[in-house]
């Protein structure tokens, strides 16, 4: 299932070209009070509400993709984790290259461990990028991503993909310079997911996927998500031996070499097997 979210926070399930809009699912979500739970409610009920989605799905009105648009397909995740220099051929880039590593130690990912973005940073592929700080270099990642299905702690690689509810293109979009990752990774709208959210169930193999990420037509990414030096299962093990791993939680993968300027105006298209492609226009904040 190809579960997007769209307009003002419809729910939609992508057939082909068109969306089928199931928002009237998100009535049988539980209700909470203040405090909110730290996990995202509809990804956290989403077995449970599945078939109540497919048949509201079968009943619905095809409406065109192409006139939607498209938010991050989670709405409220408590954290988005992110692999630095997760590809071999990525990591001897930064390292040959003073304007990508500023003078940072750059350590394979097994002694550099995971970042965080903020939450904040996160947007769906219609709703753009909005550059700040216009004099600095800034990059475009594409990412294999997914998303937490289930509460992890100290999970093994064997069990971890039980713990995936899905996989989506991811864009870290970041600030070359000395500061922080995550500061240089969070402004709004530096975290693109999209352009839905595919369920575990169709991906079998996430350790098997091309990804490709052209700017203005151009080809600048192409690479398979086999190079990733920690693949999905040791990422869950790996983060979930630090913290827990709850619903809604997004995982960014890491980018594979190619990475390279974007500017205003920009359009990025971005694609990976199995998911699909998303457009992200650039704009100026
Ligand atoms: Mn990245």
């Known amino acids: 299932m190809r579960l997007c979210r769209f307009g003002n926070g419809r729910l939609g399930v992508v057939d082909g070209d068109a969306v089928r809009d199931v928002t009237a699912a998100l009535e049988a979500l539980p209700v909470y009070r203040h405090p909110l739970p730290c996990f995202d409610v509809l990804i956290a009920n989403l077995e449970t509400l599945r078939p109540h989605i497919q048949a509201l799905s079968r009943q619905a009105q095809p409406q065109p993709l192409a006139d939607l648009k498209l938010l991050s397909p989670v709405a409220n995740p408590g954290k988005l984790i992110a692999a630095p220099v997760n590809y071999q051929r990525h990591l001897e880039e930064v390292r040959g290259s003073a304007d990508l590593h500023h ?42 991503a997914f998303v937490i299905g289930k509460q992890a702690s100290h999970v093994g690689r064997g069990d971890a993909l039980a713990h995936v509810a899905g996989y989506c293109i991811g864009l ?62 040791e990422l869950i093990e790996y983060a979930s031996s630090f913290y827990t791993l709850y619903p809604g939680d997004v995982v960014f993968t890491g980018t594979p070499e190619g990475v390279s300027p974007i500017h205003p105006g920009d ?5 990976i097997d199995g998911i699909g492609t998303m457009e992200v226009k650039v704009r100026a904040a």
């Open 103 to 144: 003078d940072n130690l750059i350590p394979v990912i097994q002694r550099a461990g995971l970042f965080l973005k903020a939450t904040s940073s996160l947007v769906g592929a219609g709703e753009g990028i909005a550059l700040r700080k216009l004099d600095r270099r800034t990059d475009h990642e594409v990412e294999l």
């Open 267 to 271: 359009v990025i298209v971005a694609s």
């Open 172 to 233: 870290d979009i970041t600030i070359r310079g000395p500061e922080e990752r995550s500061l240089r990774k969070s402004p709004d709208s530096y975290s693109v997911l999209g352009p839905w959210l595919v369920t575990a169930d169709e991906i079998p193999d996430p350790g098997a996927l091309q990804l490709a990420l052209s700017v203005n037509g151009q080809i600048r990414q192409r690479s398979s998500t086999a190079d990733l030096i920690l693949g999905v299962s």
